[in-house]
């Protein structure tokens, strides 16, 4: 497996009504520059507390904020909330089930609409942060590695198409005969 620039980081998010899929685009290198030394601090900080592949994904989002906000850096128009998290939430899509197959909305969208509950927002940005951190920080070599191991761990997926493209590989949706709920496959295409 290459990384670059290309390659995106794939979420599925289980409830008991549907299955969505999470689908974020890795930041521009001026974004990971102005935020390098708290993106940076947070991958030191996952490791140096033993953290790993096994509970990054799952606490990466709760660093950068401790980090963040013992540094003073958290807040403010430049901030690592509005700037760095923003950033991130924007280049993030929600591929769901519509009324005529798969759609693709905005994070952000969903999230105002509450069709993620917090917990999977915990998750869903905990795995982000992580995916950034490796995908950033870590040596070149061992990234493909580290992002398996995430993926085994985590359901994740490493894709090289855009949220669109992703939307238009997923299987067909059909709808059940007595309820009218919309029904998909629960595999993630490779």
């Given at each position: 497996?290459r990384?670059?620039?290309?390659?995106?980081?794939?979420?599925?998010?289980?409830?008991?009504?549907?299955?969505?899929?999470?689908?974020?685009?890795?930041?521009?290198?001026?974004?990971?520059?102005?935020?390098?030394?708290?993106?940076?601090?947070?991958?030191?900080a996952i490791?140096?507390?033993?953290?790993?592949?096994?509970?990054?994904?799952?606490?990466?989002?709760?660093?950068?904020?401790?980090?963040?906000?013992?540094?003073?850096?958290?807040?403010?128009?430049?901030?690592?909330?509005?700037?760095?998290?923003?950033?991130?939430?924007?280049?993030?899509?929600?591929?769901?089930?519509?009324?005529?197959?798969?759609?693709?909305?905005?994070?952000?969208?969903?999230?105002?609409?509450?069709l993620?509950?917090?917990?999977?927002?915990?998750?869903?940005?905990?795995?982000?942060?992580?995916?950034?951190?490796?995908?950033?920080?870590?040596?070149?070599?061992?990234?493909?590695?580290?992002?398996a191991?995430?993926?085994?761990?985590?359901?994740?997926?490493?894709?090289?198409?855009?949220?669109?493209?992703?939307?238009?590989?997923?299987?067909i949706?059909?709808?059940?005969?007595?309820?009218?709920?919309?029904?998909?496959?629960?595999?993630?295409?490779?």
């Amino acid at each position: 497996m290459r990384i670059d620039k290309k390659l995106n980081l794939v979420i599925p998010v289980e409830s008991e009504s549907r299955s969505i899929f999470v689908h974020s685009t890795p930041i521009s290198r001026d974004v990971f520059e102005k935020y390098f030394l708290v993106i940076s601090q947070t991958f030191a900080a996952i490791y140096s507390e033993g953290l790993g592949q096994v509970a990054g994904p799952r606490v990466a989002a709760l660093m950068l904020k401790k980090i963040a906000v013992d540094s003073g850096s958290w807040d403010g128009a430049d901030g690592v909330n509005n700037g760095l998290m923003n950033e991130i939430r924007r280049l993030t899509n929600v591929v769901m089930p519509g009324n005529s197959g798969w759609m693709t909305m905005q994070y952000q969208d969903a999230i105002e609409r509450k069709l993620i509950c917090q917990d999977d927002i915990d998750e869903i940005e905990g795995n982000i942060i992580f995916f950034i951190c490796v995908s950033a920080v870590h040596k070149k070599n061992l990234i493909p590695g580290m992002l398996a191991m995430m993926s085994n761990l985590w359901a994740t997926q490493i894709s090289s198409l855009n949220s669109t493209e992703f939307a238009r590989s997923l299987p067909i949706l059909t709808a059940t005969e007595n309820s009218g709920e919309t029904v998909i496959a629960l595999s993630v295409p490779s």
